[in-house]
Nanobody, 127 residues
Framework: QVHLVESGGGLVQPGSSLRLSCAGS????????VGWFRQAPGKEREEISS????????HYADSVKGRFTISRDNAKNTVSLVMNSLKPEDTAVYYC????????????????????WGQGTQVTVSS
């Protein structure tokens, strides 16, 4: 059975950093492109970053570009998202999702395109 489990969320002050982790079980994340999504109250879930399983390709939404960094550790079967210079508008539930690595990599995929999802982790940025 496939599971994705996010961890690392929490309550932090503006300007702080957090590292989110997505751990896979029942699948090898090395065979998948992985995306990080977030959903704020009353808003749609949006992809903010993704990473290819090939060639190290990455994508970032404009809202996080330059502040967030996605990476993968295939040996640990994890994908991480380092979030720096956090802002109150980054407050949301953050989800990781996996899509077959056989598909061409591109950023900005929709929710319906991903095959597997984690349960989400809450990130709250507030003073």
């Amino acid at each position: 059975q496939v599971h994705l489990v996010e961890s690392g969320g929490g309550l932090v002050q503006p300007g702080s950093s957090l590292r989110l982790s997505c751990a896979g079980s029942g699948l090898s994340l090395a065979d998948y492109s992985v995306g990080w999504f977030r959903q704020a109250p009353g808003k749609e879930r949006e992809e903010i970053s993704s990473i290819s399983n090939k060639y190290g390709g990455t994508h970032y939404a404009d809202s996080v570009k330059g502040r967030f960094t996605i990476s993968r550790d295939n040996a640990k079967n994890t994908v991480s998202l380092v979030m720096n210079s956090l802002k109150p508008e980054d407050t949301a539930v953050y989800y990781c999702a996996a899509i077959s690595g056989y598909l061409p990599f591109r950023g900005g995929r929709g929710v319906d395109e991903y095959n597997y999802w984690g349960q989400g982790t809450q990130v709250t940025v507030s003073s």
